[in-house]
């Protein structure tokens, strides 16, 4: 039994509009249903319709834009990677990725903040731009939704609560094998896409996950009256975190969102699997539990928060793995689901301790020639750096095989991103091993981030496809 927030509430399509709170004790309870995402009554303020009085769902987070406040992270600018090649492949126009992922004038690296981090400045929400053939949002799926409640501070989809909102539109269910997933769950399996209206009739603040504590939108703020559109592409997995580790249970069967905060608004959702017109254009992982989709929201993989920073039709598939190194055991399972013009991040080195270099160059080369084979497009990224200060970070992050990542993408004509010089640089700016360990497991676990950290380490990602033009970032949220 958690303590959360309980709110007296009117009608149940009110479910998420004005509450009266009161602190009680509660279990979570279940959602449910598979109800289509058309249809649907709109009502007006004035009759009392469904989406009367600013509709279904209030809760909100205390903050967290897309930037941080510290100065802007560049890659020297002249040597990266240039547009798309004629192939579909990235050409170099420079020979080297910038200079290693340098912090220009000292300034800090601006980073997304994580679930419920506060981040002063940058340019109001603007929502999206609903593209053709998304299913229409309706307040009737968004009744759907059931408040649970706070587990270790945090809520079931990894948001800050203190009110904890779930909406599961498959099972209700939850699979707890490791190593096998339900059938309902293996059934409902597939690439959903998803809108949903942010906001309502009182000011808010919202915070949006799915699936396994995974990252959709970091904490959006809305004033009173205001309602932004936005779309997801949300890759549902029969194993709904990792493909197979212990820790990661199969979870819920089919799509699941979660909404928190002190006072989120979420009105209307609509949801479908996608559609060879609404098909997306996917950005599998190949990594390992630095960046995997991990469960329970103690420990938190970059990969798993970097949805909240891509818009349609870019949708994330992680199949990162606890454990796994440059020998992955999942990449027939990533070949058997892409096509042409799909993307692949591939990240390896924490799991190669003793490995030589060339070759862990030698497996990383190997999987960018089935990428390009199959007219995908390869991303390769060095792993994130483990936190040792001495007076500063220290340097000799080489066990992590970050020449080996670097040598890879120059042999093969890939893109690069040193993702352990730019982390090293911002632990750097924070001054002390324990100030760094703060977005960590724990607080203690030097090598795996807690959510926090690992919204700050994809937001290190993006903004140097930003800074490296690689033609990824043009489906960057604003």
Known sequence: ?????????????????????SASSESPSGGGGTSSATGGATGTPASGGASASGGASVFTATGGSTNGTGGSEVVNGTGGFGTTATGGALGPTGGKVGSG???????????AGGPGDGAAGGPPPSGDKIPPGYPEATAANAAKCTMV????????????????????????????????????????????????????????????????????????????????DYAFVVNVRAMEGQPKHAGGPSGYPGLDLF????????????????TPATKPT??????????????????????????????????????????????????????????????????????????ADATVQQHLESMVADAQAAKVIPLLVSPP??????????????????????????????????????????????????AALKFHAGGTDATHTNLDGAAKLAGLVTANLKAQNIPLAAYLRP
């Open 1 to 21: 039994m958690t303590t959360m927030q309980r709110c007296s509430l009117l009608p149940l399509v009110a479910l998420f509009g004005a509450m009266a709170c």
């Open 101 to 111: 992922g340098m912090i220009a004038q000292g300034g800090s690296v601006g980073a």
């Open 149 to 228: 409640g706070l587990t270790a501070g945090l809520c079931p989809g990894g948001g800050p609560g203190p009110i904890c909102m779930q909406c599961l539109f498959g099972g209700t269910t939850y699979g707890t094998s490791e190593t096998t997933p339900t059938a309902e769950g293996t059934m409902l399996a597939g690439n959903y896409v998803v809108t949903m209206k942010v906001g309502g009739a009182a000011a808010g603040s919202t915070y949006i996950g799915a699936e396994s504590s995974r990252g959709l939108l970091a904490t959006v703020n809305t004033t009173a009256g205001q309602s932004l």
């Open 259 to 274: 909404f928190s905060g002190t006072a989120p608004q979420v009105s209307a959702i609509g949801y479908a699997l996608a």
């Open 282 to 355: 996917m950005v599998y992982i190949a990594s390992d539990s630095t960046t995997c989709d991990q469960t329970g929201n103690k420990f938190g993989g970059w990969g798993q928060m970097l949805p909240e920073f891509f818009a349609p039709p870019i949708g994330i598939a992680n199949y990162a793995n606890s454990g796994a190194s440059s020998s992955f055991g999942f990449w027939n399972d990533i070949k058997a689901k892409w096509t042409a013009g799909d993307w692949v991040i591939i990240q390896f080195g924490h799991n190669d301790k003793g490995v």
């Open 385 to 434: 750096a483990r936190v040792q200060f001495s007076g500063a970070m220290d340097g000799d992050q080489s066990s992590l095989h970050a020449a080996a990542a670097a040598a890879a993408a120059k042999s093969k004509g890939v893109a690069y991103v040193d993702l352990t010089a730019l982390s090293t640089a911002w632990y750097n700016t924070l001054g002390s091993q324990a």
